[in-house]
């Protein structure tokens, strides 16, 4: 005897129990959803709805005891005019025309533009501008209005029963940004971390418990089936007493929020990171000629818990700002800082020096051998500050090299990189020269 199915409907919604969203930098996020459900004993479909439009149909699980799932399909096919037109074709509609009266016929093709009919024999093409309304007189099986799962799930005995949903998603991100201010003597720095999401998947998630995850996560790449059109978020800033809590995770940082969060669909929210904290800083002028021939301004802090930090800072972009005389702020630089472990230095590239100039020349190149050469360079560095300044001189070299002379000690810093320490009075010009031997 044939076994009748049960079709049922579930709604998500946070009403109905707990969601759990955890965001990675890349780009999705692992959702999760409890739910307690009611089954009849056997099989039964369920259509639950609604998903993200950009789901990831295959990393979809249900679980929950005494239940098993048969069969799911992720329905995708959403209700609208044109696909009702394509559902009907070889069946019969009715139109209604502006200039009035009707036509009823069957549907043999549809563009964007026009209908074509078969009324009573006779083939009939009607632009769509002429036509005020549609009538479809058969209804197709099933209609879907937002993205569907449904699933055929065997229970052992009818009854409610908790279970989890968990699936992936694309569409969900997120990323760190930093505001920095800079005090008078550049010697402190002022910081706020921010968490800005950004949420195109298609679907809210109301009162979640919102978890991200910093690092470098590898992903396989999966066929896309839908895609949801991109909007123009709207943007949410939250302020809250207090931030993400840290935590290691395997190999990379967790930050969970210690509240629930709403995260709209179209929407790009600000929360966060971590209240306001100070730490010591340098301000540093560098001049490196592979990069240039500028005098880059850079702020060096360490992140450790001494200095003030030690949290570790997801990857983001970090603005600074500084006083001027009148005590209003004024933007001063912006750098992307690397996902940046405690106790590891941070440096910060601003721009470059108006007030300092430095003039690269190379003024010989000698053959010694097949196999040796040198090369002799003059740098001069002129500060017109109203201080005395530290210019740190850097350059590049590859091969077996070193440093035949110098009239400034400087240090070797790696196999490819040597180090001066410039020191230039205010006014004043000071001239490196050196001369590097290549064998």
Same mark, same amino acid.
């Given at each position: ?205 109301? !009162?979640?418990? #919102?978890? %991200?995850?910093? +690092?470098?996560?590898?992903? &396989? /790449? ?5 895609? *949801? =059109? ?37 929407? !790009?929210?600000? #929360?966060? %990171?971590?209240? +306001?904290?100070?730490?010591? &800083? /340098? ?5 490196? *000629? =592979? ?149």
């Amino acid at each position: 005897m044939k076994k009748a199915l049960f079709v049922g409907i579930l709604i998500a919604g946070a009403a109905l129990g707990e969601i759990a969203v955890t965001i990675y930098s890349e780009g999705f996020a692992l959702v999760k959803e409890k739910r307690r459900l009611e089954f009849p004993k056997g099989v039964s479909e369920f259509n639950y709805s609604p998903v993200p439009a950009r789901i990831t149909p295959q990393t979809v699980h249900l679980s929950g005891d005494g239940i098993a799932v048969l069969e799911q399909n992720y329905e995708f096919d959403i209700v609208s005019t044109d696909r009702l037109l394509q559902k009907n074709i070889d069946k019969d509609i009715r139109i209604d025309l502006s200039g009035g009266g009707s036509v009823t016929g069957k549907l043999l093709s549809a563009t964007s533009s026009n209908v074509l009919m078969d009324v009573k024999g006779v083939l009939s093409a009607y632009r769509l501008d002429e036509v005020v309304n549609i009538a479809f007189l058969e209804r197709p099986e099933k209609l879907y209005t937002r993205p569907t799962l449904v699933w055929k799930v065997f229970a052992e005995s009818a009854g409610r029963r908790d279970t989890e949903l968990s699936y992936m998603t694309g569409g969900l991100g997120w990323s760190a940004a930093y505001v920095a201010i800079v005090n008078q003597a550049d010697t402190r720095l002022s910081i706020d971390g921010w968490v800005t999401i950004n949420n195109t998947c298609g679907m809210t998630f109301e !009162e979640a418990t #919102l978890k %991200l995850v910093a +690092g470098e996560v590898r992903r &396989v /790449e999966e066929p896309t089936y839908a895609k *949801a =059109s991109r909007a123009m978020p709207t943007m949410m800033m939250e302020d809250a007493a207090m931030g993400f809590e840290e935590e290691a995770f395997f190999e990379y940082h967790l930050y969970t929020l210690p509240r629930p969060a709403t995260v709209a669909d179209r929407q !790009e929210k600000q #929360l966060s %990171l971590f209240p +306001g904290t100070e730490t010591d &800083v /340098e301000k540093i002028f560098v001049f490196e *000629a =592979s990069k240039g021939d500028k005098v880059r301004v850079e702020l060096e802090f360490k992140n450790s818990e001494d200095k003030g930090m030690g949290m570790p800072l997801p990857r983001g972009i970090i603005r600074v700002y500084k006083e001027d005389k009148a005590g209003a702020l004024q933007f001063v630089g912006e750098d992307r800082i690397d996902h940046t472990p405690k106790n590891e230095d941070v440096r910060i590239y601003l721009g470059n020096a108006f007030d300092i100039v430095a003039e690269r020349v190379q003024k010989d190149y000698r053959r010694i051998s097949n196999r040796i050469r040198e090369e002799d360079y003059e740098i001069k560095i002129r500060n017109h500050k109203d201080e005395d300044i530290v210019v740190t001189v850097v350059e590049k070299f590859w091969g077996d090299w070193f440093i035949k002379s110098s009239n400034i000690r400087g240090e070797q810093k790696d196999s490819r990189t040597q180090e001066w320490q410039v020191a230039v009075p205010k006014d004043g010009e000071t001239v490196l020269t050196f001369t590097v031997r290549f064998q």
